[in-house]
């Protein structure tokens, strides 16, 4: 078959155009299919937030592999959630590369520790790491509590603990932990997205 440069062009706008019978000759209305199917075909759909900003944009993370015996879960592509009233399904070009973020071989996977007057962070489990949150912030909480202010009034307040909220907690996490810190008499608290 000879093609001459004009039907070569002829054809590509042809294709571009919707035309799935190229005029190359080509039924191009399986390869169409077979890309739609294969680009998230079998994957789980997490809807979850991106971490950047402020913004706090809805995002859908799909998901390969059911991390049992022989798979690896993987993220396979992002998007953003088309039913998210702050983004309605776009990104922008920093949170649309987010699935760098999760799938860099450089992601910590476990909690790291730095001891006092050390210089080396060490891996330690999440047991270990909750324990020692818990007990830091039981003896913060009780050596700064204040029961009365200088007028005698009584205020029931930790003025030795704050929390700051990141971005990737929904109004209903947030909701959670205001009420959780509240309960334990923290004042300080803030938090970087309003989702
Ligand atoms: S997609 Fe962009 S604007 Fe939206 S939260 Fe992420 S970084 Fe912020």
Not at 31 to 59: F, N
Not at 160 to 178: F, H, K, P, Q, R
Not at 182 to 188: K, M, S
């Amino acid at each position: 078959m000879t093609l001459s440069r004009r039907d070569l062009l002829k054809g590509t706008a042809l294709a571009a155009g919707g035309t799935f019978v190229s005029a190359l000759g080509f039924d191009l209305k399986p390869a169409y299919a077979q890309s739609r199917e294969l680009k998230i075909s079998g994957a789980r759909e997490y809807k979850t937030v991106c971490p950047y900003c402020a913004v706090g944009c809805g995002t859908i993370a799909y998901v390969h592999g059911s991390g049992g015996l022989n798979t690896t879960r993987s993220v396979i592509h992002v998007e953003g959630d088309p039913d998210s009233p702050i983004n309605g399904g776009t990104l922008c070009p920093k949170g649309a590369s987010q699935m760098q973020l999760a799938m860099s071989p450089r992601l910590e996977h476990t909690p790291k520790y730095r001891a006092a007057g050390s210089t080396e962070w060490e891996d330690v489990d999440w047991e270990w790491a909750m324990s020692w949150f818990a007990r830091k912030y039981k003896d913060s909480r009780d050596a700064t509590f204040v029961e009365r202010d200088a007028q005698g009034r009584r205020v029931n307040r930790c003025e030795g603990i704050g929390w700051v909220g990141s971005a990737t907690v929904t109004n209903e996490d947030a909701y959670l932990i205001t009420k959780t810190q509240r309960a334990l008499g923290i004042v300080f608290m803030d938090h970087q997205a309003r989702i």
